[in-house]
């Protein structure tokens, strides 16, 4: 089946899939696939016509024409310089390629870096990126995008930024060290670089390293016309300021120095001093102290001085330093050496001729060369040095036993030119070397392997550079050897010697042509001293010339050794390093760069590799720009169609069954979850399940083969949408588990915040009992002390037993004077009690009286007469205080007779009548008692008979005035009215008795107002006189049950009062 019919299956396949899969990821994919088809093929594997070059070309231009300038070969990244910034290196492009398969997304430098930086975290494996290409092709470019990228793409890690920094600022310094303006490059690197970014466990950057090879050090002492020294002369001329540059004692104007003569356009110089402002942010990233910074610059003006010191021939015809010459003096002054010792080495030369030390003075020639010779060791040691100092700088901080490692070659392409020297040779030399390491590491592991697998496969021709390889470098035959031996063999040794040495060894290989040997064509265009070798790239002729100077790489003793006492403390580090008494001669440069070459082949060689094979459009650093031959050349040299003849002749993918079914086993239910039985047993199962074709896949010993990309494609398309179910349930178990775990961080956040509250109201509550029981004890002792003075404590109860009281007195309050009930009182309160008892009372009383009638008044006022006379004097008082006084005690007939009598003449006019009463009247004399009636005027007491009951008969008037009344203080009713003797008629003292002594007695005082004529005494007998104021009897008091008034036996008036 061809390829096409193949193509058109898997197409119907992945329609089948596309069908099936939920349309938001079918859009991510699809606009995936339908990339890589949009213009040419993305993959060179899936070019129909892949054995032709053409169309190779064709692929190349066509994309290149859409400003798509790269193109796979399987994982060979092929890329075409734009000479145009092209809108393809942002942030969100960076994104697109994260965690990307290459056939997820456009090729790209980015699909490189991403594959290889996941290869190295998730699967362990050391990598590195392999870029190559002419000068000017975007090697340089290429592999500062990758390092950005993962920059970029480690961003989220936690890592030390200034590793970062530091990595992406060691660019401007470096290339500011190694670059220079080239025909071909106005940015060439003119040094080999390969960089290792260590990686810790997490896939952090934390360091790096970096080893240099070969900088084209004949720079510094000249370059070909239009071209340039490195930058940092122009720069350092340019952006320096006036200070620095008289320290440094140059002058800003690179037309003044011999090794800068080129001039530069104003422009440049703009671009120079800004580049200079680089570098110094630059060195401070990379912790270049000011001191360090100092003598770096004071190494690179020397170098300028150094370029300018001229040589004048003495008569003797050796070569002498004028005395004026200022710039040795500068170069000393700079690098803080011996001036004199300066001028004397670079004239003269201490040969050590077997124990024979002679000092030889130089010819002019001679004074040249060590003059350059020492330009160029100071600069190339100088740039050693700066290289070692970045490393220290990028060295990780600690040692970190899992870090893994990926390494960024970026090294000089092939070099063919008209005429190629010395440099091209040790160029095209490492090219070899590298393409030997692409074909073992590619090519011929790739055909071994299918060996190892047994799988039939027709082996696929290829060349293999090793022979070329052995051409150069094998021992004792190859052509360093030869170069070497002749180097160091005594005699007269010249290039052309060597040259001839050569052509009797090599010539006959197949890969060596000498002028001798090749055809008369070939022969018209070959010099006689140069040589022809047949490159895997192309034929490339050497000129012999300058060969065995450039690999003595002689630098006289003496020179070295003022150098390495030197005070400028970087350089004279850097020659100090040099064994200068060690009689064995210095390895050659090529046997250096050799050695140097094969350490790197080394280290590639353990690590996988990724190749970027850059191209270059044009000569003429121009956009939009497709020089076909020139691109031809190119992919022919770069080896692009051999690399593509065998990706398409086998397979294109191949997986160990393990790592096969391990990713792809959720595409069948009988690979998933598990599969117990041997993994290829699984994948058989799997690509079943998959409807692989027989001729799609093969299946090895340890590995299944996949012929086509697009197969492959098609089964991690169907593995990225079941990942998306996969992603779900993981998702939906994930969720579930975060989700709980949210909920028993939120349960135990919610469970101390409980116990915190709990707690705070636990003590709030006890805080609120603690009072409480304050308040009670308080309250307790109050009730206690509720009787007591007055405390804080009782304070409230004696208010509130103060507003009870007051409230219970308000309504049991007496209504009446007589009630003298009065509600008890509390303690405290005793003295208002008394007070508010005695202002009610007065209040009552108050009212009483108003309330009074004008009889009652009087009445009360009689009775409070006979109080004050009676009471506690005459024992009759008490019963006489509830009986209400009365003026008229007669019976009605008595009445009559009064009216009567009243009405008589003995009556005086105008008397007023104030008390009238019966009365029982005792003789003086036999104590007989008569009947009769008192009526006392406000005059006088009337004595009137009322035996008679018809009228009264006036028996006595007795002016009221005159009268004394004696009456005892027992119960009885006696009276005793003592009549003075002026009143003749009277016949002595009157005894009556009445029955009311004290009503009588008071009514008659209130009106006379002299109570002093009433005597009580308490007598047990009182004396009563006769007529004229003789003794008469004797009246008795005494008690007795039945009170009565009579004549007792003994002839006294006896009067018995009731027993009290
Ligand atoms: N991807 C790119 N996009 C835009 N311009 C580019 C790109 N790659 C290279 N260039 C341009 O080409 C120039 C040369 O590229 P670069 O310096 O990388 O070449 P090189 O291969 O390193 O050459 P040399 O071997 O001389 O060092 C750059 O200065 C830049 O102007
Ligand atoms: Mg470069």
Same mark, same amino acid.
């Given at each position: 089946m061809g390829f096409s019919d193949c193509e058109d299956r898997l197409l119907c396949r992945i329609e089948k899939f596309r069908l099936q899969r939920p349309v938001s990821v079918q859009g991510v994919m699809e606009h995936a696939l339908q990339h890589r088809e949009r &213009?040419? &093929?993305?993959?060179? &594997?899936?070019?129909?016509?892949?054995?032709s070059e053409a169309a190779f070309i064709d692929n190349l231009r066509k994309r290149f024409n859409e400003n798509i300038i790269y193109t796979y070969i399987g994982n060979v990244l092929i890329s075409v310089n734009p000479y145009k910034p092209l809108p393809i290196y942002t942030e969100e492009k960076t994104k697109?390629?994260?965690? =990307?398969?290459? $056939?997820?997304?456009?090729?790209h430098v980015f699909a490189i870096a991403d594959n290889a930086y996941r290869s190295l975290v998730y699967e362990h494996r050391e990598q590195c990126i392999l870029i190559s290409g002419e000068?000017?092709?975007?090697k340089t470019e290429a592999s500062k995008k990758v390092l950005e990228y993962i920059a970029a793409r480690t961003? @989220?890690? %936690?890592? &030390?930024e200034t590793v970062k920094d530091k990595l992406l600022q060691s660019n401007p310094l470096l290339e500011a060290f190694g670059n220079a303006k080239t025909h071909r490059n106005?940015?060439?690197? +003119?040094f080999g670089k390969y960089m290792d970014i260590q990686f810790n466990y997490e896939g952090a950057p934390e360091g790096g390293h970096i080893l240099n090879y070969?900088?084209? =050090?004949s720079r510094v002492v000249s370059q070909m016309s239009g071209e340039r020294n490195f930058h940092i002369f122009y720069q350092l001329l340019a952006g320096a300021g006036p200070e620095l540059l008289q320290q440094l004692r140059?002058?800003? +104007?690179?037309?003044?120095?011999k090794y800068t003569t080129d001039i530069v356009p104003g422009s440049q110089k703009l671009n120079d001093a800004e580049q200079f402002r680089t570098v110094l942010e630059a060195m401070k990233v990379i912790e270049i102290s000011e001191d360090e910074q100092k003598e770096i610059f004071e190494i690179v003006a020397s170098v300028l001085h150094l370029g300018n010191v001229k040589f004048v021939q003495n008569e003797k015809g050796y070569a002498e330093i004028l005395n004026h010459d200022a710039n040795s003096g500068n170069v000393a002054s700079l690098l803080k050496v011996d001036q004199a010792k300066l001028r004397e080495a670079l004239t003269s030369r201490t040969i050590d001729a077997r124990g024979d030390v002679v000092n030889t003075p130089l010819d002019l020639e001679q004074a040249q060369y060590a003059r350059d010779a020492l330009a160029k060791a100071i600069y190339e040691k100088h740039f050693s040095w700066l290289v070692s100092r970045l490393n220290s700088s990028l060295a990780p901080k600690d040692k970190e036993p899992n870090s893994s490692v990926m390494g960024i070659l970026d090294i000089y392409g092939f070099e063919i030119f008209p005429k190629n020297s010395f440099e091209q040779f040790c160029i095209n030399f490492c090219n070899e070397k590298l393409q030997q390491l692409f074909i073992q590491l590619t090519l011929k592991q790739e055909q071994e392997e299918y060996l190892r697998e047994g799988i039939e496969w027709e082996p696929v021709e290829y060349f293999n550079n090793i022979v070329i390889c052995d051409l150069i470098e094998?021992? @004792?035959?190859g052509i360093i050897s030869i170069l070497d031996d002749e180097c160091l063999?005594?005699?007269?040794?010249t290039d052309l010697s060597f040259l001839e040495k050569l052509s009797q060894k090599l010539?006959? @290989?197949? @890969?060596y042509k000498s002028h001798r040997k090749v055809d008369v064509k070939t022969q018209k265009l070959m010099g006689r001293d140069e040589f022809c070798l047949v490159h895997y790239a192309g034929e490339v002729t050497y000129n012999v010339n300058t060969f065995l100077e450039k690999n003595n790489d002689l630098l006289f003793r003496d020179l070295q050794g003022l150098m390495a006492t030197c005070g400028n403390a970087t350089l004279g580090s850097c020659f100090k390093?040099?064994?200068?008494?060690?009689k064995k001669r210095p390895e050659t440069a090529i046997t250096q760069f050799k050695i140097s070459l094969n350490e790197l082949i080394k280290i590639l060689s353990s690590k996988e590799p990724s190749y970027i094979r850059c191209i270059k459009?044009?000569? $003429?650093?121009?956009?939009? %720009?497709?020089?076909d031959k020139l691109v031809s050349h190119q992919v022919k040299y770069l080896g692009l169609m051999e690399n593509l003849r065998v990706r398409r002749a086998g397979f294109a993918y191949r997986r160990t069954y393990e790592a096969f079914l391990e990713r792809?086993?959720?595409?069948s239910k009988e690979t998933w979850?598990?599969?117990?039985?041997p993994a290829r047993d699984g994948v058989q199962k799997l690509v079943e399940a998959l409807q692989y074709?027989?001729?799609?896949y093969r299946m090895g010993n340890t590995k299944i083969f996949i012929r086509f990309p697009k197969t492959l494609f098609e089964t991690e398309d169907a593995f990225q949408i079941k990942k998306n179910d996969i992603a779900t349930i993981i998702q939906s178990r994930w969720r579930g588990y975060w989700q709980r775990k949210q909920y028993l961080k939120m349960r135990e956040s919610a469970i101390i915040i409980q116990k915190w509250v709990r707690r705070y109201l636990a003590q709030r509550l006890r805080e609120r009992r603690r009072k409480a029981a304050d308040v009670i004890r308080a309250f307790i002792k109050g009730f206690i002390t509720r009787?007591?003075?007055?405390?804080p404590e009782n304070r409230r109860f004696l208010g509130i037993a103060k507003v009870h009281w007051l409230k219970r007195l308000a309504q049991q309050?007496?209504?009446?004077?007589?009630?003298d009930a009065w509600p008890a009182c509390p303690a405290t309160c005793a003295d208002a009690s008394r007070q508010l008892r005695r202002l009610h009372r007065a209040h009552l009383a108050r009212r009483y009286r108003l309330a009074l009638s004008a009889p009652d008044k009087r009445q009360f006022e009689l009775k409070v007469l006979a109080e004050k006379m009676?009471?506690?004097? =005459?024992?009759s008082y008490p019963s006489s205080v509830g009986e209400r006084f009365v003026e008229d005690r007669l019976s009605p007939e008595h009445r009559v007779l009064r009216d009567t009598f009243m009405a008589?003449?003995?009556?005086?006019?105008?008397e007023q009548l104030i008390y009238s009463c019966e009365a029982v009247k005792y003789d003086r004399r036999g104590y007989k008692p008569r009947e009769r009636a008192l009526l006392a005027s406000d005059k006088a007491l009337y004595v009137l008979d009322?035996?008679?009951?018809k009228t009264y008969k006036l028996k006595h008037r007795l002016p009221l005035d005159k009268l004394r009344v004696v009456v005892t203080n027992?119960?009885?009713?006696?009276i005793l009215i003592k009549i003075p %003797?002026?009143?003749?008629?009277? =016949?002595?003292d009157l005894i009556i008795s009445v029955s009311h002594v004290i009503e009588a007695l008071t009514i008659v005082t209130d009106y006379t107002?002299?109570?002093?004529?009433i005597e009580i005494v308490d007598t047990r007998t009182i004396a009563h006189n006769l007529v004229?104021?003789?003794q008469g009897g004797t009246i008795e008091v005494t008690h007795g049950p039945q009170p009565a008034i009579q004549r007792a036996k003994s002839g006294n008036l006896l009067v018995v009062a009731a027993t009290p």
């Open positions: &213009v040419g &093929v993305q993959d060179f &594997v899936l070019l129909e016509d892949y054995r697109l390629y994260y965690k =990307k398969a290459f $056939f997820e997304a456009p090729p000068s000017g092709s975007g961003n @989220h890690l %936690q890592s &030390v106005d940015n060439s690197s +003119r070969l900088l084209e =050090k140059l002058q800003g +104007r690179p037309e003044m120095y094998a021992r @004792h035959q063999r005594p005699g007269d040794a010539d006959g @290989h197949a @890969h390093a040099l064994n200068l008494s060690s459009p044009n000569d $003429f650093k121009m956009p939009m %720009q497709f020089d792809y086993k959720c595409l979850p598990n599969y117990r039985g074709q027989s001729e799609d009787n007591g003075p007055e405390t309050l007496p209504r009446r004077l007589l009630d009676f009471k506690g004097n =005459k024992n008589s003449p003995s009556w005086p006019t105008g009322a035996s008679g009951r027992e119960t009885d009713g006696l %003797q002026e009143l003749k008629k009277d =016949k002595g107002k002299k109570p002093e004529i004229n104021g003789k």
